[in-house]
């Protein structure tokens, strides 16, 4: 969720994540020379180095405990880690080893952190990062959760957050919640991180952990994915199920990856999509899943020959007016090298309505939802 005065700054962010996505979906590694590293390394990395026995989950989780202990008194990208992450890493670690090589989920044993207003039926709290929800018991695990679990990820912890996912007032902080403090940009620590999923892009990009899941109303995943150089994916409303996430409205909340490779992002999709007979939306949705899993489209050359729309009116502005429209210039020289057929200087037609929540109507619509959303 974002108030209608960051929302115009996220949109800005769209074509900036873009970037981002195109830039780390190339750097494909050459496995015949390799050198393995926690730092950084991908879920495809990783499960190799398990199935060389290099690794194991328990190592890969006391790395990032360590880096938490570290940097988390800084950054502020965790609120709470699972006591129980060690426990769920040697579970992983005791069944890989009765399994035959790539027969185990792609997240099989890979450390997650979700927003802390994602349920978690275990030691952990969920609470939208408020002290009004501390010590609250939830009835059972959120639907993406359930699949994770189900595909042996380890839930390393609880993400920090703006406060409600930003729907705590119209002049909160991004990044901000009485339970987490204030989340920093790990690249710039005097920059904002965004919001309102802060903890999750913060803390996959400063390595504290490998994949986390973030939400989005209005640009809650992509925004602090941008200004944090990673890559968020939002899905169509109903292909996650949003059981079990605190909500904000149903015509808008969607739970999704926030990773620091393109191919990350869409094995965590692959895990959480789905039907949930506690999401009415997911019925339909799941429908459009392909067989096979969205990995099947992973391809290093994928941009080229598609036809990539470019909203200059009013992001280019907003880009110049921060120093950046060489910046803007130089992605679409870089895109077009890789093949794209940029469809530049489109316009959508009352732009100016749509980014304006009071003049289109979303604020009096979320607000009346959020209130019969959150007693349900
Ligand atoms: C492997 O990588 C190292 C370090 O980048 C390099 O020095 C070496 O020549 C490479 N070996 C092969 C076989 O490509
Ligand atoms: C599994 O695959 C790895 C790497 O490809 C290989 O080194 C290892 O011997 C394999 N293990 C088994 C049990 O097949
Ligand atoms: C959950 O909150 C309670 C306070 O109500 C606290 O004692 C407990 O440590 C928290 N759980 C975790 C995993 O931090
Ligand atoms: C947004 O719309 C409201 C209501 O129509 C209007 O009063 C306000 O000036 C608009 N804000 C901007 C920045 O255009």
């Known amino acids: 969720m974002a108030s209608s005065s960051s929302l115009r700054s996220c949109s800005l962010f769209l074509f900036l994540i873009l970037s981002s996505i195109f830039s780390l979906g190339f750097s494909t590694r050459t496995i015949t020379n390799y050198t393995f590293s926690i730092r950084e390394a991908t879920i495809k990395d990783i499960k190799l180095s398990f199935e060389r026995n290099q690794l194991t989950s328990r190592q890969l989780v006391q790395y990032y405990l360590r880096e938490i202990a570290r940097l988390n008194g800084l950054l502020k990208g965790i609120i709470e880690v699972n006591p129980d992450a060690l426990l769920q890493a040697d579970a992983a670690d005791k069944e890989r080893k009765c399994k035959v090589n790539g027969s185990l989920p792609n997240l099989h044993g890979i450390p997650i952190l979700l927003k802390d207003n994602i349920a978690t039926k275990d030691k952990l709290n969920t609470t939208a990062g408020s ?3 501390l010590g609250s018991v939830v009835p059972r695990d959120a639907g993406v959760v359930e699949k994770l679990r189900k595909a042996g990820a380890i839930i390393l912890g609880k993400a920090s957050l ?4 930003n729907f705590r007032s119209t002049t909160a902080t991004s990044g901000f919640s009485p339970r987490g403090g ?3 940009n790990p690249y710039v620590l005097s920059a904002t991180p965004c919001g309102s999923s802060s903890g999750s892009a913060i803390s996959v990009a400063a390595n504290l952990v490998t994949v986390s899941l973030g939400t989005e109303t209005d640009g809650s995943i992509l925004c602090p994915s941008s200004f944090n150089s990673v890559v968020g994916l939002k899905p169509t409303v109903g292909l996650t199920s949003r059981a079990g996430v605190i909500p904000v409205t149903p015509r808008q909340d969607t739970i999704g990856p926030i990773c ?10 692959d895990a959480i999509v789905g039907f949930d007979s506690n999401d009415e939306a997911t019925r339909h949705a799941s429908y459009y899943i392909p067989p ?3 990995k099947r489209f992973l391809n290093p050359y994928g941009l080229k020959g598609k ?5 200059r009116n009013p992001f280019f502005k907003i880009a110049q007016g921060l120093g950046l429209g060489q ?3 130089n992605h679409l020289h870089t895109l077009r090298r890789q093949g794209v057929i940029v469809v530049d200087n489109l316009q959508i037609a009352n732009i100016d309505v749509i980014l304006n929540v009071s003049a289109s109507g979303e604020a009096v619509a979320i607000v009346a939802e959020f209130k019969l959303s959150l007693n349900a």
């Open 292 to 294: 096979g899993g969205y």
């Open 182 to 184: 204030q989340g920093k």
């Open 327 to 329: 910046t803007f210039d």
């Open 307 to 311: 036809r990539l729309g470019i909203v």
């Open 131 to 133: 002290f009004a929800l």
């Open 260 to 269: 620091r490779t393109v191919s990350d992002a869409v094995y965590v999709l």
């Open 162 to 165: 703006s406060e409600w996912a």
